[in-house]
């Protein structure tokens, strides 16, 4: 039943159910649902609505649907229906009932019959460009449609002959007879059917009328006996319209309550374009890691627990407002420290040489799992005469600050001994293609018996044990932080960020990650989070980062 305390704050939706639970209202019942069109895959606004549905059901001992509001039959599909069905319940959440608004055509049908009879609704000839005309505008009254007062016989005649596929689309459309001169435009005689002779994805060829957008979902809501009809606050002035269907016809009334949608900087959230991007092949399908989708999220290593802290701590307001993406990349951070494993891994590989460790031996050095859980427990590394370390934790020349080797310097090799540069063997070009150095073999628990001090710890693998993998690094999609803000002469495709995936090939790993499987989660000491891809096989390991050990956002900003 409830988790709330009479302490716990509640955000404004939740706050209206506990009322409404306080006072009755619906028998103390709560039903609600999440209403997705399968014309596109889930994204991570939608986990926000997800979150905020299934999780007001969850905590006031209430139910939560998954209705698929399949009306606009050219756009949807069933692989669109499996693939939100496979989003949300990897989010954690189980639906009470899948359902479909297709299953109530002949309900939704029946149901405009009744409104025609009582004289709400005409079958109208204008076109589409004509309703347009006459409906008018914010400050300019609207005029009645030539075709507003026909005979209830002829409505009905017309609206089945609609339905019977006499005529073509776009040749008639069914509208509610409401007022053409309300201060809300969808008041002004909206549609209510439109006509498509297209085929629907579970329908098949039995309608070619379908009911719009608005005189569906209500309708569909109140079949369901939803308490609180949970949607963004775009449909905030088509809730006098919800309310005119559900009460004209006299059947049970949710109640709509507007949220305030997502928005992400540098993310783009509109299904259309997101399908744009995977039809133009921009990115690699909607599971691409750089998609704000849940699949992509989930491909790149991301955890639903992440996504629902992170829909937990941007919290629900009736305000429009622009989220850091920072925000839910230290959610990931937060929960991946928390649960995955690390490893050691050297992205841009530059060989050391240990010319004082005997040739041909090795030995096996203890690291721990996670510092964050001891039950992750500890593996070996092997530990031998020739290593990588990342190119970057060499400087010929270097300051104080530098941590990383110079030569001359000594540091500590993470888990193994401390490790002195006396030489670095440059190429023809002069590019330093190999460290000579020297362990010292007292060294092994990480201090000196002298007491000797060093700075810096650096990670490192084994060059004889090494496995080789590609590992994919992913930035923002977009440039800019709102890729919808679009200045005038350009495409929003232009805002796409040319270095959004860097491939790098040749990466040295830690022996131990030899076994990892697609959707394994570690994290690449001093490196960031990462994840095996689905592209891995046991001969090429595919690793894509997750997110970055630290905050990158900071840092650009100021460039
Ligand atoms: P479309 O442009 O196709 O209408 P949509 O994003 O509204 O796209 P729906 O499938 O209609 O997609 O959305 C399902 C539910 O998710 C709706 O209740 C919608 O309000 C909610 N939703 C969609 N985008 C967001 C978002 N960015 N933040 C919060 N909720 C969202
Ligand atoms: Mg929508």
């Not at 039903?31 to 905590?59: D, M, V, W």
């Not at 990670?459 to 919808?484: C, G, I, M, Q």
Request: charged share 30%; with cysteine.
């Amino acid at each position: 039943m409830s988790e709330a305390t009479p302490e716990t704050k509640l955000d404004f939706v939740r706050q209206i159910v506990a009322d409404d639970i306080a006072n009755g209202k619906n028998n103390g019942q709560v039903q609600t649902r999440f209403p997705p069109e399968p014309n596109g895959y889930l994204h991570i606004g939608h986990a926000k609505s997800i979150c905020l549905n299934f999780g007001i059901a969850q905590q006031f001992g209430g139910k939560c649907n998954l209705r698929f509001d399949d009306t606009n039959p050219e756009k949807e599909d069933t692989e669109y229906v499996q693939a939100i069905e496979e989003d949300v319940r990897w989010l954690g959440f189980e639906w009470e009932k899948k359902l479909f608004a297709s299953d109530y055509f002949d309900q939704l049908y029946e149901w405009a019959v009744q409104l025609i009879k009582e004289g709400k609704a005409y079958v109208c000839d204008q076109t589409v460009e004509e309703v347009r005309e006459y409906r008018g505008g914010w400050n300019k009254e609207g005029k009645h449609s030539p075709y507003r007062d026909r005979s209830v016989e002829e409505n009905l005649d017309l609206f089945e002959r609609m339905k019977n596929g006499e005529f073509a689309d776009g040749e008639k459309s069914l509208r509610a007879k409401i007022d053409m001169n309300s201060s809300n435009m969808n008041l002004r005689d909206p549609a209510m059917y439109r006509i498509r002779h297209e085929h629907h994805h579970r329908t098949g060829d039995k309608w070619c009328i379908y009911p719009m957008y608005d005189f569906a979902h209500g309708q569909s809501d109140s079949l369901e006996g939803v308490t609180h009809s949970v949607c963004t606050l775009e449909f905030e002035n088509h809730r006098p319209l919800y309310d005119w269907y559900i009460e004209s016809l006299g059947i049970h009334h949710p109640q709509q309550i507007e949220f305030a949608r997502l928005n992400l900087t540098y993310t783009m959230m509109s299904k259309r374009k997101l399908l744009e991007l995977v039809n133009e092949k921009l990115v690699n399908g909607w599971d691409d890691p750089r998609m704000p989708t849940i699949c992509g999220m989930r491909r790149r290593g991301v955890t639903p627990e992440a996504l629902r802290a992170f829909c937990d701590k941007i919290g629900i307001t009736k305000f429009n407002s622009l989220t850091e993406l920072a925000l839910l990349e230290l959610c990931i951070r937060d929960h991946l420290n928390r649960t995955a494993n690390r490893a050691m891994a050297v992205l841009d590989p530059l060989k050391v040489v240990i010319t004082n460790y005997p040739e041909g031996e090795t030995e096996m050095r203890q690291a721990i799992n996670n510092p964050e859980d001891e039950s992750a427990g500890i593996r070996e590394m092997p530990f031998g005469r020739e290593l990588y370390i990342e190119r970057k934790d060499f400087m010929e020349e270097a300051s104080k600050k530098y941590f990383g080797l110079t030569v001359d310097k000594e540091v500590r090799f993470k888990n193994a001994f401390f490790v002195k540069c006396n030489e670095a063997i440059k190429d023809d070009d002069g590019n330093v293609v190999e460290l000579r150095c020297t362990y010292d073999p007292e060294t092994s628990g990480g201090k000196a018996p002298d007491g000797r001090k060093v700075k810096g710890t650096l990670t490192w693998v084994s060059a004889r044990h090494a496995v080789d993998a590609e590992v994919r690094l992913y930035n923002p999609l977009f440039n800019k932080e709102k890729p919808d803000d679009i200045e005038e002469g350009k495409d929003w495709k232009d805002g796409l960020n040319p270095e959004s995936l860097v491939t790098l090939t040749g990466c040295k790993l830690e022996p131990s990650l030899a076994k990892a499987i697609p959707g394994d989660r570690f994290q690449f000491e001093r490196t960031g989070y990462f994840c095996v891809d689905k592209d891995s096989t046991a001969d090429k390991l595919v690793f894509n980062r997750t997110v970055t050990l630290k905050d990158g956002f900071a840092k650009s900003k100021k460039k």
